[in-house]
């Protein structure tokens, strides 16, 4: 029988948190199971609700919420991934990322995770150039984590230039990449 793929899709504080809900939906069209892990930012932007429903299973948010199994659940979330994408992915996240910085479910969750990790950033485009940013995304790559580069045009908070998420068909393509590894 053939295995379904376990994806952890983490959703950050971006503006286009929203494309991750769409992002989901062509998850499920490949029959991929999808948990969703949130920032607190990112529950300001899309509700919780939002992407419990559309996958069908809980959104983790807390990483301590109570949970009635032993293990803490961001070790399980870990080790549930065939693959860990994080889709948009702040310039904060990805500094923890390159950091080690593991103070939220979600940051614990990709500290913990031996499967391959594809991050899509999306952020201003000041962000994206500042030269901490270029000195994580080096870091990141250099350590084997796909970075879906970001897209250039108009961006949400009213600038031109780059930081735009990449298209989802470029995030999913470098999902299938990862899933080959
Ligand atoms: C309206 C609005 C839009 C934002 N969009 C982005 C964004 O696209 N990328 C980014 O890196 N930060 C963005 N931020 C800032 C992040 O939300 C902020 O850095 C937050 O602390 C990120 O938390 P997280 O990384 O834990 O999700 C935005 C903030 C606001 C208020």
Not at 7 to 32: D, N, P
Request: glycine fraction near 6%; aromatic fraction near 4%.
């Amino acid at each position: 029988m053939k295995k379904i793929v376990q994806v952890v899709l983490g959703v950050t504080g971006s503006i286009a948190a929203y494309k991750a809900a769409e992002l989901l939906r062509l998850m499920q069209q490949r029959s991929w199971n999808v948990s969703v892990i949130m920032t607190k930012a990112a529950t300001r932007f899309v509700g919780e609700l939002t992407f419990r429903t559309l996958s069908r299973n809980p959104v983790a948010v807390e990483l301590f919420d109570e949970v009635e199994l032993w293990r803490p659940a961001h070790v399980s979330a870990a080790d549930a991934a065939d693959v860990l994408v994080i889709a948009p992915c702040t310039a904060n996240v990805l500094a923890k990322l390159a950091h080690g910085l593991a103070d939220d479910m979600l940051t614990s969750t990709a500290l913990a995770c031996q499967a391959p990790i594809v991050v899509a950033p999306a952020m201003n485009a000041h962000m994206w150039d500042h030269p901490a940013t270029r000195e994580n995304v080096k870091t990141l790559k250099a350590r084997g984590v796909a970075i879906v580069d970001v897209g250039k045009g108009e961006l949400a908070c009213g600038y031109e230039g780059r930081g735009r998420m990449a298209s989802l068909e470029a995030i999913l393509s470098a999902m299938d990449s990862a899933l080959k590894t």
